[in-house]
């Protein structure tokens, strides 16, 4: 059974820096893309940054140079360390599995997701 456990949300002052985990279990992280995606009030989940195999990763323009994906597979866990954090980075933050070996861009292509972990950056 394909779970994640979602952490390190939270409340950080504009500059700020957060480090969000995503712990999976019932596979094994090589096996496909692991994605980070956010959501906004009113506004539709985007692609973050994503990594596969510890080999590729991606990040969404906005927050190239801010943010490092990173993976420990003797934890079965992926990091989103993100740093100088603005208030456009408010959102509900989720991992999730793609469908296939690779980093795809729309979220239908990734079926099981954590329960997301709200990120607030406020002044």
């Known amino acids: 059974q394909v779970q994640f456990v979602e952490s390190g949300g939270g409340l950080v002052q504009p500059g700020g820096s957060l480090r969000l985990s995503c712990a999976a279990s019932g596979f094994t992280l090589d096996d496909s893309g692991i994605g980070w995606f956010r959501q906004a009030p009113g506004k539709e989940r985007e692609r973050v940054s994503c990594i596969f195999r510890s080999v590729f990763t991606f990040y969404r323009d906005s927050v190239k140079g801010r943010f490092t994906i990173s993976m420990d597979n003797a934890k079965n866990t992926v990091y989103l360390q993100m740093n100088s954090l603005k208030p456009e980075d408010t959102a509900v933050y989720f991992c999730?599995?793609?469908?296939?070996?690779?980093?795809?861009?729309?979220?239908?292509?990734?079926?099981?997701w954590g329960q997301g972990t709200q990120v607030t950056v406020s002044s």
């Open positions: 999730a599995k793609a469908n296939g070996a690779f980093c795809p861009k729309a979220p239908a292509e990734y079926r099981y």
